[in-house]
């Protein structure tokens, strides 16, 4: 039986949508894209919290985990979060939650823990979640406690099984008090913690003028505050600036003081690594980067989370050109990004400014007490209902005992006779006896005028904006109370930073450097070493090697064709082995450097591959400020050669050999100079071949070629001999004659 395919899919044709690729790709980013921005990196401006942490906290909320109550495993509450809201990995869920327990990432910390939940020098050191406990804060209550009070939104989970809060009836603008960070598509935010107290002035003094303008609302709000306290280098309009567009750049430094000799660091820019911070200055004073400083420790403790001891050696730089030095070159200076973007109470992502920010949180705080005062005046009025009727009772009771005795339906007879709603009728007949004693009519009669005061109140604040304002106003002040801290981060219009220039109090020195074939590089002083008579480190051997002087850099150049620098001044002269090049340099694992030259702006350098290829370049070109190298010479399918310092000028040429014995002698003006690339073809070699370079040398006119054999015997070809090997650039050269060669003889070559 033949199947006829084309009819199939002819008459399926009706149940399959169609879309161009083009259009279905926009729609597939798009729905993308909007899902990060809203369900996973943005924060909301009503309660400055993303998806993760909003679940975390209202699931454990639903655990009854509160600041009053046991401390229950993390590993527990994680579960609840994954199963029941946010089904996604377990690890990211954790640290979402690790870091809303962190006191010196946030200003005030949702969760509190016992375990180890990390340090600030590290603070993804913390504890597996199996390890840890946790629960709510005090300060968690202020988002969670009026969430059944009416006052948010419901959506159902991720199975629809259950119900989640969109937001959290925060009762303060989180979103500036402990900022928020992350990257979305196409978009990230980065809004600092702020100060309680400064910001919830802001917003009394906003709520008693809406008018009042972004400068204003400074004198209030005097920048970011973090919990890792540190200090702000901007003065007033820089900042000003930041709060009117919404985004910029702060710099934050470290703080200290002076004891005698010693400079005592008392806190890092937020974020920053202690242990990175203590390496680099360590490495400046083992490479004579600093010689201002004798030693660094690291006396941190529960007291002082940070404590970095510099001893200095009692130059005539003071404390304050040290630091200087050392804010311009280590982390204890660092610039912080601000984006003020978040998710507006529109739903839509946008970067806010100061005064947009608060006046939306405000409205969204308004709408929040309405909703929660007329949930509990709805409350009150169900109360007064049901109390109406228990006074009714009272005054007629021998009367509703007699119907409910003697009729069939006293249901009817009694709603009817007294009009009572189902509601009430319901409660009458749940009464217990002993609810019916006249003292208990005393107490209601007495809970029934509270109530009904109380519901006149309510619906006064309710009826009236400037009461709602009020009603705020004194709430948020409450908060102060409980909440309120002093500044952490102080705001200084501080000199720059700037680095002392250690060359310019250091004596320039000679020195011989020299490279191993493994990449360690050592120091000699002065020049003319005799290199015969250096050690190595066993199974390693001489590679090259510099004559400099200790205000000089080297070049170094890998196997792939990438640069990079070195300070001469980073390594100390030593009768050692050296120092390994990776410990400066991120070479990658199994590469190997094949030369090394002196980096000056009277020195060329002529770099090429084993396959023939290359070109010369100019100081400028070889400066390399990243630890990675730079890509320069492209290899391709070949390995770079060497780079050889070279003179430009007529009378220089180069000289190559290859592995089959072919020799070319050609003018090194006729290569071009270049920045980077693979260059041009320097000497001939057949691509089928596997020939490659064995020698690559410069020359002038009166130097000779030395055929060095390993029996010890030389040869020489004097620069007579060597002019049939002098060609253009790009030949094939000319065979080497056979008495130069020696068959199964292994040769080395030397211009003299």
Not at 346 to 375: A, C, F
Not at 459 to 474: E, G, P
Request: charged content about 25%; overall charge positive.
């Amino acid at each position: 039986m033949e199947i006829d395919l084309e009819k199939i899919i002819k008459d399926s044709d009706t149940s399959i949508e169609k879309m161009p690729v083009r259009e279905f790709s926009e729609r597939a980013y798009l729905n993308y894209s909007m899902y990060v921005i809203l369900d996973r990196a943005l924060p909301n401006i009503s309660d400055g919290l993303k998806p993760v942490q909003r679940r975390i906290l209202y699931a454990m909320n639903e655990l009854s985990l509160t600041h009053t109550s046991k401390f229950k495993k993390s590993a527990r509450t994680i579960g609840d979060v994954l199963g029941k809201f946010h089904p996604h990995g377990d690890t990211a869920c954790y640290e979402a939650m690790v870091m809303l327990a962190q006191d010196f990432s946030y200003n005030h910390p949702f969760v509190e823990g016992q375990g180890n939940w990390g340090t600030q020098d590290d603070p993804k050191s913390f504890a597996a979640m199996r390890y840890t406990e946790s629960r709510l804060t005090q300060f968690s209550d202020l988002f969670l406690n009026e969430i059944n009070m009416g006052t948010v939104k419901w959506t159902p989970n991720f199975d629809g099984t259950l119900d989640e809060p969109r937001t959290l009836p925060s009762k303060v603008p989180n979103i500036l008090i402990n900022g928020s960070s992350g990257i979305a598509v196409g978009m990230s935010t980065d809004i600092p913690s702020h100060n309680l107290k400064e910001v919830i002035n802001a917003v009394i003094a906003l709520l008693d003028s809406s008018k009042l303008s972004i400068l204003e609302l400074r004198k209030f709000i005097k920048g970011p505050d973090f919990p890792t306290y540190g200090e702000i280098l901007l003065d007033e309009s820089e900042l000003d600036e930041i709060y009117n567009n919404g985004a910029g750049n702060i710099k934050l430094r470290a703080t200290y003081s002076v004891h005698g000799k010693e400079i005592i660091i008392e806190s890092i820019p937020y974020q920053a690594n202690t242990t990175k911070i203590i390496e680099q200055i360590q490495d400046q004073i083992y490479l004579k980067k600093n010689i201002f400083l004798d030693s660094v420790m690291d006396t941190s403790d529960q007291g002082h989370p940070v404590r970095i001891v510099l001893r200095t050696k009692g130059r005539s730089y003071n404390s304050e050109e040290i630091m200087s030095h050392l804010f311009f070159t280590t982390d204890l200076e660092k610039s912080l990004r601000v984006n003020l973007n978040m998710i507006g109470l529109d739903g839509k992502p946008q970067v806010k400014n100061l005064h947009m920010i608060l006046t939306e949180w405000i409205k969204y705080r308004l709408t929040t007490i309405k909703k929660k005062l007329s949930w509990e005046l709805d409350k009150v009025n169900q109360r007064i209902h049901i109390l109406d009727a228990y006074v009714v009772v009272y005054k007629n009771l021998d009367q509703i005992i007699e119907i409910i005795r003697n009729e069939d339906d006293p249901k009817k007879k009694i709603m009817r006779l007294f009009k009572f709603s189902v509601i009430q009728y319901e409660a009458i007949i749940n009464l217990r006896i002993r609810n019916l004693a006249k003292l208990q009519e005393k107490n209601i009669t007495a809970e029934l005028k509270t109530l009904k005061d109380s519901a006149i109140k309510i619906s006064s604040i309710l009826k009236s904006n400037l009461k709602l304002k009020k009603y705020l106003k004194d709430e948020l002040s409450e908060l102060i109370k409980v909440f309120g801290k002093d500044r952490m981060t102080l705001i200084s219009k501080a000199q720059p930073s700037r680095a002392i220039e250690v060359k310019s109090v250091v004596s320039v020195e000679p020195i011989t450097a020299l490279l191993s074939k493994n990449g360690w590089i050592k120091f000699l002083k002065g020049h003319e070493q005799d290199i015969s008579k250096v050690s190595f480190k066993t199974g390693d051997e001489y590679l090259s090697h510099q004559e400099l002087y200790t205000d000089k850099s080297l070049m170094f150049m890998d196997q792939l064709g990438l640069v990079y620098n070195l300070d001469s001044s980073k390594i100390s002269v030593t009768r050692g082995s050296g120092d390994p090049l990776s410990k400066f340099f991120q070479i990658q694992d199994g590469i190997s450097l094949v030369g090394m030259n002196i980096l000056d702006q009277k020195i060329s350098v002529l770099s090429m591959t084993d396959k023939g290829y290359g070109f010369t370049s100019l100081y400028e070109d070889m400066i390399v400020k990243n630890k990675k190298g730079k890509t320069f010479l492209k290899t391709k399918d070949s390995c770079a050669l060497c780079s050889l310092t070279v003179d430009l000028d007529s009378d220089t040429h180069y000289l190559l050999i290859t592995s089959d014995g072919y020799m070319l002698i050609a003018k090194l003006d006729a290569i071009p100079i270049l920045p980077k690339g693979r260059g041009v073809k320097l000497i001939n070699i057949p691509k089928t071949s596997h020939e490659t370079i064995v020698f690559a040398g410069v020359m002038k006119k009166g130097q000779s070629l030395n055929f060095n054999y390993e029996s010890k015997r030389n040869k020489k070809m004097e620069f007579h001999d060597l002019k049939p090997f002098i060609m253009e650039k790009s030949r094939r050269g000319k065979k080497i004659d056979k008495k130069f060669l020696l068959e199964n003889v292994k040769t080395t070559y030397n211009i003299e």
